[in-house]
Protein backbone atom coordinates (compact mmCIF):
# COMPACT_ATOMS: atom_id res chain seq x y z
CA UNK A 1 0.00 0.00 0.00
CA UNK A 2 1.42 3.33 -1.01
CA UNK A 3 -1.53 5.44 -0.31
CA UNK A 4 -0.58 6.93 3.58
CA UNK A 5 -4.29 8.55 4.12
CA UNK A 6 -5.49 4.79 3.31
CA UNK A 7 -2.60 2.91 5.92
CA UNK A 8 -3.64 5.25 8.61
CA UNK A 9 -7.57 4.72 7.94
CA UNK A 10 -6.67 0.68 8.62
CA UNK A 11 -4.48 1.62 11.40
CA UNK A 12 -7.29 3.31 12.80
CA UNK A 13 -9.89 0.97 12.06
CA UNK A 14 -7.53 -1.89 13.92
CA UNK A 15 -6.67 0.28 16.80
CA UNK A 16 -10.74 0.70 17.31
CA UNK A 17 -9.89 -3.41 18.43
CA UNK A 18 -6.46 -3.57 19.15
CA UNK A 19 -4.26 -1.91 22.07
CA UNK A 20 -1.83 -1.29 18.85
CA UNK A 21 1.27 -0.41 21.24
CA UNK A 22 0.85 -3.78 23.59
CA UNK A 23 2.36 -6.99 22.24
CA UNK A 24 1.44 -10.64 23.29
CA UNK A 25 0.91 -12.38 25.64
CA UNK A 26 -0.24 -9.46 27.41
CA UNK A 27 -3.60 -8.51 26.29
CA UNK A 28 -4.14 -6.75 23.08
CA UNK A 29 -7.85 -6.69 22.35
CA UNK A 30 -9.39 -3.16 23.68
CA UNK A 31 -12.19 -5.47 24.97
CA UNK A 32 -12.14 -8.86 26.02
CA UNK A 33 -14.73 -11.52 23.70
CA UNK A 34 -15.78 -14.46 23.94
CA UNK A 35 -13.25 -16.10 20.69
CA UNK A 36 -10.29 -14.84 20.03
CA UNK A 37 -7.86 -16.86 17.19
CA UNK A 38 -4.58 -16.26 16.70
CA UNK A 39 -1.41 -17.38 14.23
CA UNK A 40 2.02 -17.26 13.64
CA UNK A 41 3.24 -14.38 11.27
CA UNK A 42 4.10 -16.75 8.47
CA UNK A 43 0.54 -18.69 8.30
CA UNK A 44 0.11 -15.40 6.10
CA UNK A 45 1.96 -17.25 3.45
CA UNK A 46 0.25 -20.58 3.34
CA UNK A 47 -2.09 -21.43 1.17
CA UNK A 48 -4.97 -22.02 3.31
CA UNK A 49 -4.49 -18.63 5.12
CA UNK A 50 -7.00 -16.91 2.70
CA UNK A 51 -10.13 -19.43 2.22
CA UNK A 52 -9.95 -19.44 6.10
CA UNK A 53 -9.47 -16.02 7.26
CA UNK A 54 -12.27 -14.55 3.88
CA UNK A 55 -14.77 -17.58 5.05
CA UNK A 56 -14.49 -16.72 9.29
CA UNK A 57 -15.02 -12.88 8.11
CA UNK A 58 -18.07 -13.48 6.11
CA UNK A 59 -19.42 -15.68 8.64
CA UNK A 60 -19.11 -12.82 11.17
CA UNK A 61 -20.78 -10.62 8.71
CA UNK A 62 -17.71 -8.27 7.50
CA UNK A 63 -17.58 -6.79 4.41
CA UNK A 64 -13.58 -6.80 4.29
CA UNK A 65 -10.52 -8.34 5.90
CA UNK A 66 -7.50 -6.07 6.99
CA UNK A 67 -4.44 -6.96 7.34
CA UNK A 68 -1.77 -4.26 9.25
CA UNK A 69 2.28 -5.42 10.84
CA UNK A 70 3.26 -3.57 13.57
CA UNK A 71 6.73 -4.95 13.73
CA UNK A 72 9.19 -4.15 12.79
CA UNK A 73 8.16 0.01 12.24
CA UNK A 74 6.67 1.39 9.74
CA UNK A 75 8.42 4.49 9.40
CA UNK A 76 11.86 3.14 10.07
CA UNK A 77 11.37 -0.25 8.05
CA UNK A 78 8.47 -0.26 6.03
CA UNK A 79 8.98 2.78 3.94
CA UNK A 80 12.81 2.89 3.71
CA UNK A 81 12.61 -0.89 2.72
CA UNK A 82 9.73 -1.36 0.31
CA UNK A 83 8.21 2.46 0.16
CA UNK A 84 5.15 1.03 1.24
CA UNK A 85 3.10 0.73 4.07
CA UNK A 86 2.46 -2.55 5.89
CA UNK A 87 -1.00 -3.23 5.87
CA UNK A 88 -3.60 -4.09 3.00
CA UNK A 89 -7.79 -4.30 3.05
CA UNK A 90 -9.14 -6.45 0.76
CA UNK A 91 -13.02 -7.65 0.33
CA UNK A 92 -14.26 -11.09 1.80
CA UNK A 93 -15.25 -11.60 -1.91
CA UNK A 94 -11.93 -11.29 -3.22
CA UNK A 95 -10.10 -14.57 -4.77
CA UNK A 96 -6.76 -16.56 -3.49
CA UNK A 97 -5.18 -14.67 -6.49
CA UNK A 98 -6.27 -11.55 -5.34
CA UNK A 99 -4.86 -11.98 -2.31
CA UNK A 100 -1.82 -13.47 -3.34
CA UNK A 101 -1.29 -10.46 -5.71
CA UNK A 102 -1.31 -7.79 -2.58
CA UNK A 103 1.30 -9.84 -0.58
CA UNK A 104 3.88 -10.93 -3.25
CA UNK A 105 3.02 -6.51 -3.90
CA UNK A 106 4.24 -5.47 -0.26
CA UNK A 107 7.75 -6.03 -0.51
CA UNK A 108 7.81 -9.88 0.65
CA UNK A 109 9.06 -9.86 -3.06
CA UNK A 110 12.75 -9.15 -1.51
CA UNK A 111 12.55 -11.63 1.16
CA UNK A 112 11.83 -14.59 -1.03
CA UNK A 113 13.60 -16.15 -4.37
CA UNK A 114 12.34 -18.55 -6.71
CA UNK A 115 14.03 -21.79 -6.80
CA UNK A 116 13.90 -22.82 -10.23
CA UNK A 117 14.99 -26.31 -9.90
CA UNK A 118 12.49 -27.03 -7.13
CA UNK A 119 9.73 -24.53 -8.57
CA UNK A 120 8.85 -23.08 -5.69
CA UNK A 121 9.46 -20.01 -3.40
CA UNK A 122 11.90 -19.73 -0.85
CA UNK A 123 11.99 -17.75 2.19
CA UNK A 124 15.45 -18.86 3.91
CA UNK A 125 14.95 -22.72 4.60
CA UNK A 126 11.42 -22.48 4.11
CA UNK A 127 9.36 -22.83 0.63
CA UNK A 128 6.10 -21.43 -0.39
CA UNK A 129 3.60 -23.02 -2.80
CA UNK A 130 4.27 -21.52 -6.15
CA UNK A 131 1.40 -19.44 -7.73
CA UNK A 132 0.27 -19.09 -11.31
CA UNK A 133 0.63 -15.74 -11.02
CA UNK A 134 3.75 -15.44 -9.73
CA UNK A 135 6.06 -17.69 -12.11
Same mark, same amino acid.
Given at each position: ??D??? +?????????????????? *?DQ?F?????? /??????????? *???????????????????E????? *????? +??L /???? /? +?P????S????????????? /?R?? @???????????????????? *? @??????
Amino acid at each position: MTDHHA +YLNIRSRCGATFDLSVRL *PDQVFREIGDE /SLFCEFDRVLT *PEFWPALSAMARWHGDEHVELLVLE *PDCDG +YYL /SEYQ /S +YPALSLSVEAGEDDYWALIW /SRGC @QRHLRFDRDFGERRCGDRAF *P @QMGMLG
